[in-house]
């Protein structure tokens, strides 16, 4: 299986700034990904982490508004930008790890804009 | 493309009675399927997975889910519920040539009445 923790756990946040998220994994892995669980709703990916390269975003996303780091085959942040209320959610760090064929998924991060 | 759909936003046992959480799932390949739980404020926890092996798939906690493919549903059951298994389950599915990407149902939430 695959640790993952998140920083910070939650934070509140006034409308127009920027927060970054941070996601660790205790091994290597491959593919990491970022998921978005607005109130009260399911999740929804917002892109794929690629180690080296840019960021594979999902439709309606969009790399101006979420940009995301990749480093190294352990680390990946995700910065939510100029934020708006609407961007109020819990921020999901995922890791799939191919041996086990699942994604593993790390505590979340809550935001909350003012 | 693959999607989901849950058939109960809400279900409500009794604790000691059979808990059913029903899933249809549309994809183009053969799919790998998935039960997640959440409960309230905690992380994402994998129940179950299906992944082309065994149609009827035993999971943790006394959770078991059948596939099948003729009626496209990954049904999910358990025999006995307990009050702790009270939260939010999502059925998950991902197939296809971008096989590692996830999509979530809406959810199902789950109350257990004393």
Redesign the interface.
Known sequence: SAVISQKPSRDICQRGTSLTIQCQVDSQVT?M?WYRQQPG?????IA?ANQGSEATYESGFVIDKFPISRPNLTFSTLTVSNMSPEDSSIY?CSV?VRSY????????TRLTVL | AQSVTQLDSHVSVSEGTPVLLRCNYSSSYSP?L?W?VQHPN???Q?LL?Y?SAATLVKGINGFEAEFKKSETSFHLTKPSAHMSDAAEY?CVVSGGSND???S????TTVTVRA
């Not at chain 2, 979530?104 to 959810?107: E, Q």
């Open positions: 593919m990904f709703q399911s999740l929804t990916l794929t999901l799939r064929n699942e994604q593993f998924f790390g505590p979340g | 790998s998935f997640y905690k992380g994402l994998l997975k992944t999502f590692y990407k996830l979530f149902g809406a959810g």
